[in-house]
Structure formats: C-alpha cells, structure tokens
C-alpha cells in the first residue's frame, strides 16, 4: 500500500490583522500519497498559495494538523521546521525568488552549503547540468530568460533531493511555449526521482497531467478526484 507523505486534518488559518482578517484555510482534509502528483485549482483568492506554504512550514497553522512524513510540523521549533524544510521540501514559486546578486550556481548551492552539504557546488553543477544550463553556471539571474531562471529556480528546489516538491504557478510568468518546457521538465524530474508533486495552476491543462486534481473554493477543498476514484463523494 501506498505511503502517506501529507497528512493535513482539519487545517484551519487564518491571516491578517484583527480588524482586517481573512479565515483563508477552513478545515482542510487532504492526504497525499508518496509518488503522487497533485494539480491544484481554483480561483483567485481561494487559499491556494495559502495551502502551499503550510505545506512547506512557511505558515503555521492556527488549528488542525499538518504532517508530513509522518512528522508533525505544529510541534517543531522554527529551526527545526527550517532544518525540516531543507531536507524534505523542494520550493518553486511564479517568479523565480532567485538571488540577484548571486550566478546561477551560487544560488543552487548556497542552500545546500546551509544544510551543511558538503559538496554542494558539485551537486548544484550536476543539478544546473541536469535542467540544461550546464554553460550558464556563471550568470547572474539578471543575464537569463524567464524560463532560464525557472530552470535554476527547479534546480535549486531538486538539488536537496526532496520527497516533495511544491510548485506555486511555476509556469504563470512565461510564455506558452516555455511555460510547457518547465512544466514537462517538473513531471520529467518528478518521474525520474518518484518525488510526490503538489503543483498550484489556474491552467486545467497543466493540471490535467497530475495524476489527480483537487479544486479549492474559499479555503475549502470542493472537489477532489481522488474521492471520485474511491467512490465517495465530494465534501462528504
Ligand atoms: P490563491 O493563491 O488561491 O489566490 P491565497 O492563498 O494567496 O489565494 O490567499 C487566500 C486569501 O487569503 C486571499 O483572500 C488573500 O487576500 C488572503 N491573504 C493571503 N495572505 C494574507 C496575509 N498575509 N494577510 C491577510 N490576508 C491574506
Ligand atoms: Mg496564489
């Protein structure tokens, strides 16, 4: 059987100040399988972003449970939850969130140096190799295309060898051309290393390729296919 890699239960938060505050995320349920990949849909506002960053301990939650590899997250301290991040979640965002002033190897590598790796620069070549850029290890995020910098951006998030990688509209700021190429170079690598994929897009097409689709509404999940699958219904 299938191993849980994300176990969210009954996911509450909520942001913002007191007088101007958003209950974003309202009891998420969601159980993710080791080796899944995960399309996540909805509109503008929905919670999905929101979602992602608990996923990656970057939001805490205000209730509920989050845990991931069977560790729970609630109960680790800030270092310990940035020691879990490095290790087990791979981080993709729509624009990049490069380092400006660092080349394209310095910016795989300075977070594997972090981790205490200790032959992060040979791992963040082979890494930027892997993504195509083997000739651009020296340039600066300035000097590459969108679509360059969202390579070192997927080289940066594998180089740490993830069990799960998250992807938040990893193809919104491209073109359609190159916004395919990263996408088939995120399922390629998904693939190749059987990583489990959570992957935010407001394109249906993109989500489609997931191996199942979950629909976000007002920080709710209003439809999950995975519940089609097993015969039960959606929000039951
Ligand atoms: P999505 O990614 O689906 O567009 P988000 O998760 O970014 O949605 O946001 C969900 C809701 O939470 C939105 O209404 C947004 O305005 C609100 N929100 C997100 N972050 C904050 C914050 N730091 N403070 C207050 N409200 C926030
Ligand atoms: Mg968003």
């Known amino acids: 059987m299938a191993k849980t890699i994300v176990e969210l239960k009954k996911a509450d938060l909520t942001l913002g100040s007191a007088a101007a505050s958003v209950h974003v ?19 503008s506002g929905s919670g999905k972003s929101t979602l992602l960053m608990v996923l990656a301990g970057l939001e805490r939650l205000d209730g ?17 939850l940035a020691d879990f991040r490095g290790r087990n979640v791979g981080i993709i965002f729509q624009s ?15 977070p594997l140096e972090l981790a205490n ?24 995020p300035g000097q590459l295309s969108g679509g360059e910098q969202q390579r ?12 799960l990688l998250i992807a938040d509209e990893p193809t919104g700021n491209l073109d359609a051309e190159t916004g395919r190429q990263i996408a088939d170079l995120i399922f390629a690598s998904q693939a190749e290393r059987g990583s489990t994929l959570l992957l935010v897009t407001h394109d249906a097409a993109l989500a489609a390729r997931c191996s199942r689709q979950v629909h976000m509404r007002s920080g709710t999940i209003e439809n ?4 089609l699958h097993l015969g039960r219904t ?3």
């Open 152 to 163: 070192v951006a997927i080289a940066r998030a594998l180089a740490p060898a993830p069990g």
């Open 25 to 43: 995320l309202k009891g998420v349920d969601l159980t993710v399988f080791e080796g899944e990949s995960v399309g996540i849909l909805g509109p």
């Open 224 to 227: 999950d296919s995975a519940d």
């Open 117 to 140: 790796v200790g032959n992060a620069f040979e791992i963040a070549r082979r890494e930027l190799e892997a993504v195509g850029l083997g000739e651009r290890l020296n340039h600066y």
């Open 96 to 110: 990049f969130h490069l380092i400006a002033n660092m080349t394209a190897l310095e910016n795989v590598a300075v």
């Open 64 to 80: 509920g449970d989050i845990l991931i590899r069977d560790t729970g997250l609630n109960g680790l301290s800030e270092d310990a």
């Open 234 to 236: 959606a929000n039951a």
